[in-house]
């Protein structure tokens, strides 16, 4: 079963922020929000993860709903380099090593 | 920084060969996780390892075998190589320490083709 749902594609100018929304309508209440990106030919790298509060790194925000149902992972000023897929994930935290899973994921292209 | 390394980028073998993918990791994690990668598939677990000589299976752990004799090393090992099995293999691990965010660091992939 799907627990997220994800746009298969989206563009964005270099410079703007990226704004890449996930759908997770069935989360449980001990269920974190997590956000992988892998850039082509290497492997999945961690962004950022939440629970049910905005969350803001290095990298991006995260902006999860009061509802939990959806979020957004934000890149405020994207560069050619964020160029990736983009996964979100949601799983119980520690919980279980076999819950992983990593679907089609967002296809961000970051345009000159 | 989390380094995952994994012996070679790139490697091709012949039908019926036996294979065997290295990855070390150095940030002392617990557990360590094979995925191979498929295009339309994502990422699908083969197996994962969560201490020093214990393995447990993934999704689809047939036509593989591990080994975990370091906590830092883990192999993935293919008994019998099949043009089935050509697919890139991402090695990746983690913590369970209470204060980890129970994030998984991958290595670069070894994009293995079996002829």
């Known amino acids: 079963d799907a627990k997220t749902t994800q746009p298969p594609s989206m563009d964005c100018a270099e410079g703007r922020a990226a704004n890449l929304p996930c759908n997770h309508s069935t989360i449980s209440g001990n269920e974190y929000v997590y956000w992988y990106r892998q850039i082509h030919s290497q492997g999945p790298q961690y962004i950022i993860h939440g629970l049910k509060n905005n969350e803001t790194n290095e990298m991006a925000s995260l902006i999860i709903t009061e509802d939990r149902k959806s979020s957004t992972l934000i890149l405020p000023h994207a560069t050619l380099r964020d160029t990736a897929v983009y996964y979100c994930?949601?799983?119980?935290?520690?919980?279980?090593?076999?819950?992983?899973?990593f679907g089609a994921g967002t296809r961000l292209t970051v345009k000159p | 920084d989390v380094k995952v390394t994994q012996s070679s980028r790139y490697l091709v073998k012949r039908t019926g060969e036996k294979v065997f993918l290295e990855c070390v990791q150095d940030m002392d994690h617990e557990n360590m996780f094979w995925y191979r990668q498929d295009p339309g598939l994502g990422l699908r677990l083969i197996y994962f390892s969560y201490d020093v000589k214990m393995k447990e299976k993934g999704d689809i752990p047939e036509g593989y075998s591990v080994s975990r004799e370091k906590k830092e090393r883990f192999s993935l090992i293919l008994e019998s190589a099949s043009t089935n099995q050509t697919s890139m293999y991402l090695c990746a691990s983690s913590s369970y320490r209470a204060a980890s965010t129970d994030t998984q660091y991958f290595g670069p992939g070894t994009r293995l083709t079996v002829l």
């Open positions: 994930i949601v799983r119980v935290k520690f919980y279980n090593n076999n819950d992983m899973r």
